[in-house]
């Protein structure tokens, strides 16, 4: 089972009485330990948090915002920047669940920034009601996907800023260019199949390339391929992508290995002539070609439905789940 990433902000130097040690214990043995230990809770937690530091790191940005669920400690008399900083990043970055908790304290001032959002107070002498809050929480958003709006994008109606499509917008396009050129790669080598079947006398008919594989499958005699000399090609946009990381951090992590697992199966397979070393006839080579091809680009074309799909929504749920269910039939990668 994938782990869910859960990022903590919160005060690392002073909050309130507590000192640097005191929250660094609070964090282990309030947050982190309950939560990583829970059961009953549908998937397994990471918790991390960041460190004291004035500087917003690149790792730190990748956290906040790719995190499947982060929660923000408001605690201390006033708002911290670094804090509020963090937290106004994860909002406008994201759209998965973001809890806001603070401890109580009579010297608190009010937080105008995030005043009209829930937050949860705690004492720190009922730490268990802040640890059963917690739990409840990630309970909640495992069964309804729906539960939560970040209050930024909602009203963008859930589309981020200009600037924070355009990696969607360029992992979407080079996805598009895979499916593209494997499309073509497919058609042509439905073509030269036909041509070839012709010449030995029989009849090929495949007027949409997308049969290509039923065509080979239900051909009377499979050893009219035994001498169809055809050269599989390789697909340079697939290579190019097994050297990039367009999408890492824009689908869900469990995705972007599965796709990227089979991109170096299938670059493997069908480029430098090593098709023939994977089957034991022609028929079977080329009939594994053309099914893994209709794989491939079935699997892009979802990925990119999903990149245009809310994160955490019902509707982006369902086609991670069809993107999985298309996986599991390719011979490739096993499942």
């Given amino acids: ?66 995190a499947d669920i982060v929660i923000c400690d408001l605690s201390g008399e006033m708002a911290n920047p670094n804090v509020m900083f963090e937290l ?11 809890i806001l908790i603070r401890e109580e304290s009579e010297k608190n001032k009010k937080i105008f920034d995030v005043s009209g959002l829930y937050t949860y107070g705690y004492s720190l002498t009922g730490t268990r009601n802040l640890e059963r809050f917690l739990l409840d929480k990630l309970a909640e958003y495992e069964t309804n996907h729906e539960a939560y709006e970040s209050p930024v994008l909602k009203i963008l109606d859930h589309r981020a800023a200009f600037w924070m499509m355009l990696p969607v917008r360029k992992a979407s396009a080079f996805l598009g260019g895979i499916a593209s050129a494997a ?14 079947v ?35 090609s390789s697909i340079p946009s697939l290579d190019s992508y097994l050297s990039s990381v367009y999408l890492l951090g824009l689908v869900e992590d469990d995705v972007e290995r599965k796709f990227r697992e089979y991109a170096m199966a299938y670059s493997l397979s069908f480029s430098k002539g090593n098709s023939s070393l994977f089957a034991e ?15 491939l680009m079935n699997l892009s074309r979802v990925i990119i439905r999903v990149l245009g799909e809310r994160q955490g929504g019902t509707e982006r749920a369902a086609l991670v789940s069809k993107f999985f269910d298309v996986a599991k039939d390719s011979q490739l990668i096993g499942g």
Avoid: C, Q
């Fill in 281 to 295: 006839t022609k028929f079977g080579e080329f009939l594994g070609y053309a099914f893994e091809t209709l794989i």
């Fill in 183 to 196: 499309e073509a790669s497919l058609r042509a080598f439905a073509r030269a199949v036909a041509l070839h």
């Fill in 1 to 66: 089972m994938t782990k869910k990433k859960i990022f903590v902000i919160m005060p690392f130097v002073s909050a309130n009485t507590r000192d640097e040690a005191s929250l660094t214990s609070f964090f282990n043995d309030y947050i982190k330990y309950p939560i990583e230990t829970a059961r009953g809770l549908s998937s397994e937690y990471s918790v991390s948090r960041s460190g004291n530091s004035l500087l917003i790191l690149d790792n730190i940005i990748e956290d906040i915002a790719a």
């Fill in 88 to 98: 106004g990043l994860r909002l406008s970055t994201s759209p998965k669940p973001t």
């Fill in 198 to 232: 012709h010449k030995k006398g029989g009849h090929l008919e495949v007027d949409d390339s997308m049969l290509i594989y039923k065509a080979i499958l239900s051909l009377p005699d499979k050893i009219v391929l035994e001498d169809f000399d055809y050269k599989i």
